[in-house]
């Protein structure tokens, strides 16, 4: 409702969505062509995460080198009346919804019709309920990690810090990514054992973004009101 209620905050959602839309095009463009990258867990997160990430900092490369522009130009009452916070999420929300259609649209298809679907890895959860987790865990991930990711891009340029919180970000999702992988594998435990850690590691993520948004840096760098 927060984004609804603005339309620039909707611009933003929209054109982070066709950011991840391209993402996960020439993501599955390059599985299509070279296969094997498809059968490997590890090469399939590594890929399909380091395309994601470079289409989102790629973004919001572009959305700090415009909002700046428009500040340069703008008097201090006419600044952008939303803050780095409002469009982070908002842009994040883009990248979650994209996400989610993509990955989970098939699903929410079969939902519709009668019956229910199992699989061996996950005997006793519902595909539906484990696919709507999944959705649920990634939407609250790709907005936390939007949200660092702005905030790296506003630390100056060739620093550690900027640095350090860009690699978080990249091994965050990647981690979260990998893990999936546990919830086709009865082997490994399932997906009792990867949405539980998936689970963790989506709480850490937002836990740091809560303590980052928090923090006093974060103030004095971020833009808008």
Request: hydrophobic share 55%.
């Amino acid at each position: 409702s927060v984004v609804a209620r603005r339309a620039q905050l909707v611009l933003v959602t929209v054109t982070s969505a066709f950011f991840e839309l391209l993402a996960l095009i020439f993501t599955g463009l390059l599985f299509f062509l070279i296969p094997v990258l498809a059968e490997m867990p590890l090469l399939t997160a590594a890929f399909g995460v380091a395309i994601q990430e470079a289409s989102r900092f790629g973004y919001l490369s572009i959305y700090v080198k415009s909002d700046d522009r428009v500040e340069a130009m703008c008097s201090a009452s006419d600044r952008t009346p939303f803050s780095d916070f409002a469009s982070a999420v908002a842009a994040g929300l883009g990248f979650a919804l994209m996400n989610s259609l993509i990955m989970y649209g098939g699903v929410l298809q079969a939902a519709l019709q009668p019956g229910d679907l199992y699989t061996d890895a996950c005997p006793r959860v519902s595909l539906f309920v484990l696919s709507a987790l999944l959705a649920l865990m990634f939407q609250a991930l790709n907005m936390a990690l939007m949200v660092l990711g702005l905030d790296a891009l506003r630390r100056p340029s060739g620093s550690m810090d900027r640095r350090v919180r860009i690699v978080l970000v990249v091994c965050a999702h990647f981690v979260a990514t990998f893990l999936g992988a546990l919830n086709d594998n009865a082997e490994a435990g399932g997906c009792a054992t990867g949405i539980t850690l998936q689970a963790l590691v989506v709480t850490l993520v937002v836990a740091e973004t809560v303590r980052t948004v928090r923090s006093k840096s974060y103030a004095m760098l971020s833009h808008g009101r």
